[in-house]
């Protein structure tokens, strides 16, 4: 660690050679000596280091693995097109190792700076920024990039796509996903129903839930059958992230609501769920409150009112 | 035989000039506290009249007291069932307008008022809101039976008599009306203790005064919908319930209660009985008729040596014993029979006594004028202005023969008071009056000793609260005497 320090202090090029024994020795006390490392050093120096010196020589290790199948998959595959993301495969290529971990550590700020390309992914996606993805770091980022080139370079990566069965969808699923949506049938890995937090069309009464977006037309916004399953099968977006990491949906689960999704789609022809808004909120309360208290005067009809000021009126007529 | 010691009191109506004296003086010492306004634990109405709260015998509205079916004895306003839903309002609580709106008046009007034709007047302000009033009723509105054709017509009693009694009996010339003063009646079986959700109300275990405990209480107000005398008192102030207490911290010091002291016509008698606790669940569950005659009985003759036993065993003193040998109370309910307690078919066995008011016939109305030398010095009882029925349902629940007895003794003693002093009834009469009256020579001159002629040691016959000997039963005294202060006592405040 101290060898590190050191290293990372007096010279750029000792910092890279402090990173390579670093990475090769995998002890995590290396690793915390890396981190200290970066710290120290200019970060746009050490992000091309990493570019141009590690990534090609670093195995894959299953923790790198585990990382991209937990946070990009949802919306990337890599040969399999696009999902809710672009295709990955050969994206070293398309851009240079330097924008793209500048674009990956805060997509956003890459996308608002007017760079054409990122303009223009953006706009594929339909004005979705891509999330930072969490616990991002330059070595992170260079050890993906390694991952993506070495998938690349096979004939059929093994992230090409969703394992999800592609068989035609019946009613039976629609219904069965139905009844997921809702909460009739509960998810097999604890997972929460989606009506918690969010609509859809057909939902009868008030509607879903509001904390998330109405999902009528989730299945043609995100691109289809694919993109819809390779989300449900990690959410993303921050709220749902940490809700559904510990509670994953099960295979035959996505495929239900999938199904379930599409037909909600199609049956509204791309226009929202509209359900309950703020009036009828509002106007069920007060007439709930109306027929509550008309409840309560017969309940208590026989309660004890004022005797006296009865008494002498009664005595003026 | 479970023997306890129970203070009790006796009002001789007869007596009751009805000045409020006693109201003044309980105001004075006990609710002149913010909060306390419109309460008054002492107070005098006149009958027929609806009293304070308005119409509080009426418990088809205010459903207080008990009930029973022979088999169980219920609480008219709650049970365990009610009590959930009616948790945050009880239906039967009394209203500020039962009670009245208490008011003050602006005296400042009267010296910053400009210079008129007119004498300033002070206008009245309401203590609720500050606010100037329009004064539509007070604690004794129907005071002589003011406003007559409202209060006085509306009298919950009047339902025993028949409607020609009503109107004979509101025919200007036989108005009809006399006092009765009321406190708390420190019953038997309370049905504030049993109706408090939080355990507040206590009868103390050494004289059966009914207390609250202003750090238990929990403002449920169980207590105010449950006594059917409405005097437990709801403290708007301080979020606790409050009732009389019978002047407690006097009756420790030998005193007097401040009513009691004070009463002009020393119509109050206060002393302590010995009574069997055991009978009181079965008694309580006999007919209305009978509840006289079982509440007397259940009180215990202090010379009887198995109660003076029974007594020793519950730790009651020997003065105690001795203090309820002389007990006026003790004369007037079991050994004369003359005092009746108040609405006794609400079962919670008052343990404060009326003798009930003769009201004889003085004078008639004869052609327009005013005809006084009656046949007989003293009218008929049966023959009194206030209908028996109307008594009756008052004192006695109906039992109209407990009431007869009341009076026709009373009035005996007086025909032999008038032939040993004036002379002009003959010792035959006398004699012929007593023993219809099942009184003898002796029982008369006590009851005329004890009615008028009774000093303070008579009227009040105090036991002694041996408040050294309870500080034993905890603690040594000597060392009570060398830790005790003025104590951390906080004023009762809202909030648990």
């Not at chain 2, 009985?297 to 029974?310: F, H, R, T």
Request: glycine share 8%; aromatic share 8%.
């Amino acid at each position: 660690m101290l060898h590190c320090r050191l290293g990372a202090a007096t010279a750029v090029r000792g910092t890279s050679v402090a990173l390579r024994w670093a990475m090769r020795t995998r002890t995590s006390l290396a690793r915390i000596g890396l981190v200290g490392a970066l710290a120290f050093a200019a970060p746009g120096l050490v992000a091309e280091a990493l570019a141009q010196d590690v990534a090609v020589t670093e195995p894959v290790s299953e923790e790198t693995l585990a990382y991209f199948k937990t946070n990009c998959t949802s919306c990337h595959t890599i040969g399999g097109g696009a999902l809710a993301g672009p295709d990955l495969k050969d994206v070293t290529k398309r851009r240079t190792r330097e924008q793209l971990t500048k674009y990956i550590q805060d997509p956003k700020a890459a996308i608002d700076s007017g760079d054409a390309y990122w303009v223009k992914l953006w706009n594929d996606a339909r004005g979705v920024y891509m999330p930072t993805p969490p616990g991002i770091t330059p070595d992170r980022i260079a050890k993906i990039l390694a991952l993506v080139d070495a998938e690349s370079a096979l004939p059929k990566s093994r992230f090409a796509g969703m394992t999800m069965s592609d068989r035609a969808l019946t009613p039976a699923d629609v219904e069965r996903g139905r009844r997921l949506f809702e909460g009739a049938d509960a998810m097999k890995l604890g997972a929460p129903a989606c009506i918690g937090c969010h609509t859809v069309e057909g939902v009868g009464g008030f509607g879903g839930g509001r904390l998330g977006p109405d999902l009528t037309d989730a299945f043609s916004r995100l691109g289809g059958r694919k993109s819809v399953g390779a989300w449900l099968t990690s959410p993303q977006s921050p709220t749902m992230a940490p809700v559904f990491a510990n509670a994953a949906l099960a295979d035959d689960e996505i495929l239900s609501l999938v199904a379930y999704l599409q037909d909600r789609s199609l049956v509204a022809g791309g226009r929202a769920a509209g359900g309950a808004g703020i009036f009828e909120y509002l106007a069920a309360g007060v007439g709930g409150l109306a027929a509550l208290l008309a409840l309560f005067d017969f309940f208590w009809r026989g309660r004890h009112t004022s005797v006296r000021r009865a008494m002498v009126e009664a005595s003026r007529r | 035989m479970d023997v306890r010691s129970q203070i009790g009191m006796v009002f001789h109506l007869d007596k009751c000039i009805g000045c409020h004296t006693c109201s003044i003086a309980c105001k004075n010492v006990w609710t002149d506290r913010p909060g306390t306004e419109y309460m008054w634990w002492n107070n005098v109405e006149t009958k027929p009249g609806t009293g304070y709260p308005t119409r509080w015998e009426d418990q088809k509205a205010f459903k207080g007291g008990w009930e029973t079916d022979g088999k169980s004895l219920q609480l008219k306003s709650t049970s365990k069932a009610r009590i959930i839903p009616n948790i945050f309002h009880s239906p039967s609580m009394p209203s500020m307008d039962d009670y009245y709106e208490p008011w003050t008046y602006r005296y400042s009007d009267l010296f910053t008022a400009p210079e008129g034709d007119d004498q300033p007047t002070a206008v009245p302000i309401s203590m609720v809101t500050g606010e100037p009033i329009a004064i539509e009723s007070g604690p004794n509105f129907d005071d002589d039976l003011g406003g007559s054709a409202v209060y006085a017509r509306n009298d919950p009693n009047l339902e025993a008599l028949s409607p020609d009694q009503r109107e004979q009996m509101f025919a200007i010339e036989r108005l009809v009306f006399f006092y009765l003063p009321r406190i708390c009646n420190h019953c038997l079986n309370p049905a504030c203790v049993a109706a408090c959700p939080s355990g507040a109300l206590y009868k103390r275990g050494e004289d059966g005064i009914v207390l609250v405990n202003q750090q238990r209480c929990r403002a449920w107000r169980a207590c105010v919908a449950a006594c059917p005398y409405k005097k437990v008192f709801y403290n708007w102030n301080t979020g606790k319930s409050e009732k009389c207490i019978l002047c407690y911290p006097r009756l420790e010091t030998g005193q007097a209660p401040a009513c009691f002291h004070s009463c002009v016509g020393r119509i109050r008698y206060l002393g302590n009985v010995l009574y069997d606790a055991d009978r009181l669940t079965e008694i309580a569950k006999l007919p209305d008729h009978e509840l006289v005659e079982a509440q007397r009985s259940i009180l215990l003759d202090p010379n009887d040596p198995a109660v003076i036993e029974g007594a020793r065993r519950n730790g009651i003193h020997e003065s105690v014993i001795d203090s309820a040998r002389r007990s006026p109370l003790w004369k007037f309910v079991k050994v004369w029979k003359i005092a009746l307690p108040p609405h006794i078919e609400y079962r919670t066995f008052p343990m404060l006594f009326y003798v009930p008011p003769l009201l004889p016939v003085m004078s008639t109305n004869v052609g327009g004028k005013v005809k006084s030398d009656l046949d007989a010095l003293f009218a008929d009882t049966e023959k009194g202005r206030a209908p028996m029925e109307y008594m009756g349902k008052l004192f006695a629940a109906g039992n109209e023969g407990k009431l007869r007895y009341a009076l026709k003794k009373q009035m005996a003693v007086r025909i032999a008071r008038r032939h040993l002093t004036v002379g002009d009834v003959t010792k035959e009469e006398a004699e012929r009056a007593l023993a219809q009256a099942d009184c003898t020579w002796d029982e008369a001159d006590a009851i005329y000793r004890l009615t008028a002629l009774a000093n303070f040691d008579d009227r009040f016959v105090i036991p002694p609260s041996q408040r050294e000997m309870a500080i034993e039963m905890l603690e040594d005294p000597h060392e009570h005497r060398s830790t005790a202060g003025f104590g951390f006592r906080d004023a009762p405040t809202r909030g648990a």
